[in-house]
């Protein structure tokens, strides 16, 4: 597709469930980031792959998120036992450059919006 | 990378031009400005970036002060699809980004 595709758009667990969140990025592009938006706040980085190498993971908040992109292109974020703290949007963005400024050109995803009960 | 300062909200008539200011007074040589916006509901949206010469693109202006120092987004004519909070980032290639709070833009009809 034309853009980075995300599913679902909307996800209601209960506290407790495992969660999956999945990302397919634009075709070609190598780096992918996941970040989380709580409401009324700015993006916050969690995750970095270049092609299917995590190179980043220092945003991750707690070790029930992991993320994993095994053939460098479809990403997942996993998030198990989820807590409410964990409600927010999770935004995925891919860029075709991983060197240089054009590797901060980033398309976003519309995100996928998690609701913790 | 540098921190940017960005005024929380300011508005603007709908056909002025929208001129949003950003502080970077701790750049470093090799950090680029970028801008991006993200429109209610929807991801965050690349807008331009620059190294020290002022750029233009389809949707704005980036002008960066002789020092660096401080920067300015340029919508020529505001829209009111213009309404959006815009990020001000500074960093060096092939960093990862980090969104601070924004300028919330508000055009008037």
């Known amino acids: 597709g034309a853009g980075v595709s995300q599913s679902p758009r909307y996800k209601v667990a209960k506290r407790g469930q495992d969660v999956a969140l999945r990302c397919d990025p634009i075709s070609g592009h190598v780096s992918l980031f996941w970040y989380q938006q709580a409401l009324g706040q700015g993006p916050e980085f969690l995750t970095y792959?270049?092609?299917?190498?995590?190179?980043?993971k220092s945003g991750l908040p707690s070790d029930r998120f992991f993320a994993e992109r095994p053939e460098g292109s479809v990403s997942t974020l996993k998030i198990q036992r989820t807590q409410q703290e964990d409600s927010a949007v999770y935004l995925c963005?891919?860029?075709?450059?991983?060197?240089?400024?054009?590797?901060?050109?980033?398309?976003f995803g519309a995100g996928s919006r998690l609701t913790v009960l | 990378d540098a921190k940017t300062t960005q005024p929380p909200s300011m508005d603007c008539a709908e056909g002025r031009a929208a001129n949003l200011p950003c502080n970077h007074s701790t750049i470093s040589g090799n950090e680029y400005v970028y801008w991006y916006r993200q429109i209610h509901s929807q991801g965050p949206q690349y807008i331009i970036h620059?190294?020290?010469n002022n750029e233009t693109n389809e949707m704005a202006s980036l002008i960066i002060t002789e020092d660096r120092k401080s920067s300015t987004l340029i919508l020529p004519h505001a829209t009111l699809r213009d309404t959006a909070v815009y990020y001000c980032i500074t960093l060096s290639s092939a960093s990862k980004i980090i969104f601070g709070s924004g300028t919330r833009l508000s055009i008037r009809p």
């Open positions: 620059g190294l020290k």
């Open positions: 792959f270049q092609n299917e190498a995590q190179l980043d």
């Open positions: 963005a891919s860029s075709f450059r991983d060197r240089g400024a054009g590797a901060n050109v980033l398309t």
